[in-house]
């Protein structure tokens, strides 16, 4: 990983929060939609455990075109989403008080399909 | 006469052609089989591996659970010859991993560059020090004013290092990384809890019922050298008290609250978790005796 990466990681670690503890990050490159295909998707399973609180925080790069979205789902539904298209509110973190320990999905795309580079970040928040 | 004599003919060739063919071997290739070595792919190792419980989640929970912080809980930093083999190196690496960690949350800082001279060492014998950014992260332990960088750059290291190990096809090594940071996690977890006697902590130590199945299942992999029979034969011994743990689940929609501009899911599904008081002290002498045994090994 180069040092700018890095230290972009290191940067948007540290923004989640005071109460944040860092714990995983993900590195997310898409490019843009091309004709007749779906909008290309990052994928990551993560397994959350009963009584944490997580955080899940987005920090697009600089020279992304697209903003980033991340989506959390357990092995059937959507549980949250930074964007809700249908009311047009964003947030810039989810945190899931986690009742379930399991496997879990997080799903980064870019709106409109557009081509982006984003950092997210999973964190253990204090209670 | 002439159509008789053709149709007799015919079948002299017939039956002259059937009794010259060679005798088939009747037996199908694949009909007896050897019993083969179980094998997981890269994939499902390197999906497995990323979800094993990480040891600073395990020491957040117990620092926020207002627990001292206690040296008593670390390992003791080795000398060389211990650090001999590659067998060992790993697996060390794994265990001062999750004493770093502990170390980080409580901001012990001072004790931590002991912590880390080892663990660069250690990288260093396995090859995947570049990963290791062992001056920068020994000025901010020493400088104890830039904790979250310090905590950040010691995690994000370790997984750098684990990935590493991964990609350049030794799974076996990054396995056992995992199975040290994990059970170095455990006995912090199993030694507070018999103090403390918390059932959020018991809860949580008993779930690891799920983790430890999945490590077991990459170990597994592995189970032809005769170092890693070992360590697994060790784990079974804490597996088998896992083995009584019961867990079930409720199901229920989440709850989203929004809060401070951010967005707060609250899960209503729930998992159950039954464990007695014995096996959990089960668990708890099986960890000490199973973590002290591989510090020796």
């Known amino acids: ?127 | 006469m002439i159509k008789q004599l053709f149709i007799l003919l015919l079948a002299g060739v017939l039956i002259t052609s059937c009794k010259s063919r060679p005798k088939e071997d009747l037996r199908f290739p694949g009909t007896e089989m050897e019993p083969g070595e179980l094998r997981i792919s890269s994939q499902a190792m390197e999906e497995i591996v990323q979800n094993i419980s990480s040891p600073i989640e395990m020491a957040a929970i117990i620092k926020d659970l207002g627990v001292p912080f206690s040296s008593q809980h670390l390992s003791k930093i080795s000398t060389e010859d211990r650090y001999s083999t590659s067998f060992n190196m790993a697996l060390s690496l794994g265990i001062l991993g999750a004493d770093l960690g502990y170390l980080n949350v409580y901001e012990k800082t001072g004790t931590s560059v002991n912590y880390l001279s080892a663990i660069n060492k250690l990288a260093d014998g396995l090859r995947v020090s570049q990963f290791f950014d062992f001056n920068t992260l020994k000025r901010l332990a020493t400088g104890s004013t830039n904790i979250d960088s310090l905590m950040f750059l010691s995690v994000h290291s370790f997984n750098q290092m684990d990935e590493h190990l991964r990609n350049t096809d030794r799974n076996n090594l990054s396995a056992l990384m995992i199975a040290g940071a994990w059970i170095e996690g455990m006995y912090f977890a199993t030694q507070v809890v018999n103090q403390t006697k918390d059932d959020f902590l018991a809860e949580y130590i008993a779930e690891q019922k799920i983790t430890l199945n999945n490590l077991m299942v990459i170990l597994k992999n592995f189970a032809n050298d005769p170092e890693f029979a070992k360590l697994i034969k060790e784990l079974e011994l804490i597996k088998s008290e896992f083995d009584k743990v019961r867990i079930t689940y409720e199901m229920g929609d989440p709850q989203a609250v929004e809060k401070d501009g951010m967005l707060m899911i609250v899960q209503q599904e729930n998992s159950i978790v039954e464990i007695s008081d014995g096996v959990l002290n089960n668990i708890i002498e099986a960890t000490a005796k199973v973590r002290n045994r591989l510090l020796t090994m």
Do not use: H, W
């Open chain 1, 1 to 127: 990983m180069s040092q700018n990466i890095q230290e972009s990681v290191r940067q948007c670690a540290v923004s989640a929060g005071t109460d944040a503890t860092y714990l995983k990050d993900f590195i997310v490159k898409l490019d843009g939609i091309r004709p007749n295909e779906r909008p290309p998707v990052f994928r990551t399973t993560l397994v959350l455990r009963k009584n944490v609180t997580y955080r899940f925080s987005l920090c697009n790069l600089e020279n992304s075109e697209g903003e980033a979205i991340l989506r959390l789902y357990d092995e059937a539904n959507m549980l949250a989403s930074t964007y809700y298209p249908e009311t047009g509110k964003e947030y810039k973190s989810i945190n899931f008080s986690c009742q379930k320990s399991g496997v879990y999905t997080v799903m980064i795309s870019f709106k409109e399909g557009k081509a982006g580079e984003t950092i997210g970040i999973m964190s253990y928040i204090s209670k």
